[in-house]
């Protein structure tokens, strides 16, 4: 069974700056296998990434997503006040059961 | 557009069982796999189940595994979610998710959520 990590727990940010949030699997996994999904409060989740790097219809080219094996990353090159949401890898597609890992709290100051 | 809707949470006791239904509209249904996640309150999200798109594959969480049961009927573009035995810790928004068959895009649209409330 595959476990994810998240690290930070919460981070508190200036719009404008960079930020990378990232999110550990307890087993190598296929690139194929990770997203990466935002929450804002009172909202379903929205996705962002799938396939570790590529991203969702609609989904600014400032949301970028890396990594491989175990260790994956998500990017906002440039804060904006509107990115303050939780933000939560998952893993799903290759065998179940598919986790979420814990999230990520980012706030904009 | 594509939507998916729950229904069917509420307010119910320990012990009881319960049925949650999401309703699909705006894309083939039967195209799709079917999650089902949950949120308990100010918690992460924790995913329950899925279901393959013809119903003949389904998985479940270890900390569900008996107890839920993930179902669909492709006629009616619906999803269901039987919990039973419900306990205070079922607590949570039930979300539905769906993922295209067989091409790795992801949980692309969710529903709003139904709230489950397990309290006497």
């Known amino acids: 069974e595959i476990v994810l990590t998240q690290s930070p727990g919460t981070l508190s940010l200036s719009p404008g700056e960079r930020v990378t949030l990232s999110c550990r699997a307890s087993?190598?996994?296929?690139?194929?296998?990770i997203a990466w999904f935002q929450q804002k409060p009172g909202q379903a989740p929205m996705l962002l990434i799938y396939g570790a790097s590529t991203r969702a219809t609609g989904v600014p080219p400032r949301f970028s997503g890396g990594g491989y094996g175990t260790d994956f990353t998500l990017t906002i090159s440039r804060l904006e006040p509107a990115d303050s949401a939780v933000y939560y890898c998952?893993?799903?597609?290759?065998?179940?059961?598919?986790?979420f890992g814990p999230g990520t709290k980012v706030e904009i100051k | 557009q594509v939507q998916l809707v729950e229904s069917g949470g509420g307010v119910v006791q320990p012990g009881t069982s319960l049925r949650l239904s999401c309703g699909a509209s705006?894309?083939?249904?039967?195209?799709?796999?079917m999650h089902w996640v949950r949120q308990a309150p100010g918690k992460g999200l924790e995913w329950l189940a899925i279901i393959f798109y013809d119903g003949n594959s389904k998985y479940y969480a270890e900390s569900v595994k008996g107890r839920f049961t993930i179902s669909r009927d492709n006629s009616k573009d619906t999803l269901y979610l039987q919990i039973n035995s419900l306990r205070a810790e079922d607590t949570a928004i039930y979300f539905c998710a769906r993922e295209k068959r067989g091409e790795l895009l992801g949980l692309d649209y969710w529903g709003q959520g139904t709230l489950v409330t397990v309290s006497s």
């Open positions: 998952q893993y799903f597609g290759g065998l179940p059961p598919f986790a």
């Open positions: 087993e190598s996994v296929s690139n194929s296998y």
């Open positions: 705006g894309f083939t249904f039967s195209d799709y796999g």
